[in-house]
């Protein structure tokens, strides 16, 4: 686990490094953005890939996820029940009523750039769309601690106490995924620290103005459990309940949070 590193703070970036890594964060949201727009009914998880993939080599980047430990594809998509890692498939066709999430990554220049959302395809049921909002609202909420002085697992409480009062404001059961969590990010997609996306406060290095996170809070409308299927990168609930993703590449500044990917 990231807070048991010896080292005492979270690396940070120069306020250079942070606009470089904002440029390649903005071609994901750009990549997201046209991935939202493409899916409709009948449309195969591939083809959302490939519309991804052209945003972003369009924009003189490179998916940090193709071919990122043997990884596929240039998105995870991630239907339903599974929670992240779905590799895009000409098979899976998305109908009315779907719940997908769809994490992407770009690097520009060295730095990369990381964010996750979910949304739904056509209709979906009320429950799933009350987990949708809960999630992306913990995400808002728990970003807030990333400021200088607090440390790691300050972001991990704050993203479960966001958790827990989303249960009341939504109207409607969470499960935070065990065992998954966000992670610092720079010119390698996944550094030290892991982040927790629960847990006690006050532990784990300290965040400095220049220390940067990918935070991803992931919940489900039941079970904490998950499963890793035989391709080696699907993650599903364990009971077959809906799972939310959201993520946002996040920096601590003098001025508060700061979001690199943000979706224009």
């Known amino acids: 686990m990231g807070f048991r590193s010896?080292?005492?703070?979270?690396?940070?970036?120069?306020?250079?490094?942070?606009?470089?890594?904002?440029?390649a964060g903005e071609i994901v949201g750009r990549a997201l953005q046209a991935v939202r727009a493409a899916a409709a009914p009948g449309v195969s998880t591939l083809e959302?890939?490939?519309?991804?993939?052209?945003?972003?080599?369009?924009?003189?980047?490179?998916?940090s996820f193709l071919g990122?430990?043997?990884?596929?594809?240039?998105?995870?998509?991630?239907?339903?029940?599974?929670?992240?890692?779905?590799?895009?498939?000409?098979?899976q066709v998305l109908e009315d009523g779907d719940f997908?999430?769809?994490?992407?990554?770009?690097?520009?220049?060295?730095?990369?750039?990381?964010?996750?959302?979910?949304?739904?395809v056509g209709e979906i049921d009320e429950d799933v769309d009350k987990l949708n909002r809960a999630t992306e609202w913990v995400l808002a909420e728990g970003l807030k601690a990333m400021v200088p002085g607090n440390r790691l697992t300050d972001v991990s409480h704050a993203l479960e106490t966001a958790t827990r009062r989303a249960e009341e404001k939504f109207g409607v059961k969470l499960g935070i995924v065990d065992g998954y969590g966000g992670h610092g990010i720079g010119r390698a997609m996944h550094e030290d620290p892991y982040l927790a996306n629960e847990g006690r406060p006050g532990r784990g290095p300290r965040i400095q103005a220049g220390s940067v996170l990918a935070i991803e809070p992931m919940l489900t409308l039941g079970t904490t459990d998950s499963?890793?299927?035989d391709d080696d990168w699907t993650v599903v609930t364990l009971d077959g309940s809906y799972a939310a993703h959201?993520?946002?590449?996040?920096?601590?500044?003098?001025?508060?949070?700061?979001?690199?990917t943000p979706r224009k």
């Not at 010896?6 to 890594?21: C, N, S």
């Not at 959302?48 to 369009?58: C, G, Y």
């Not at 990122?68 to 498939?89: E, R, T």
């Open 246 to 260: 959201w993520e946002h590449t996040v920096a601590a500044t003098e001025d508060g949070p700061r979001i690199l």
């Open 227 to 229: 499963a890793l299927l």
């Open 48 to 63: 959302l890939d490939a519309v991804a993939e052209t945003v972003i080599r369009e924009a003189g980047a490179v998916p």
């Open 100 to 120: 997908i999430s769809i994490d992407c990554g770009a690097t520009l220049d060295g730095w990369v750039g990381d964010s996750a959302w979910s949304f739904g």
């Open 6 to 23: 010896k080292k005492r703070d979270i690396p940070a970036k120069t306020p250079g490094e942070l606009d470089a890594m904002q440029a």
């Open 68 to 91: 990122y430990q043997g990884f596929p594809g240039s998105i995870c998509a991630s239907v339903n029940d599974v929670i992240v890692h779905g590799i895009p498939s000409a098979e």
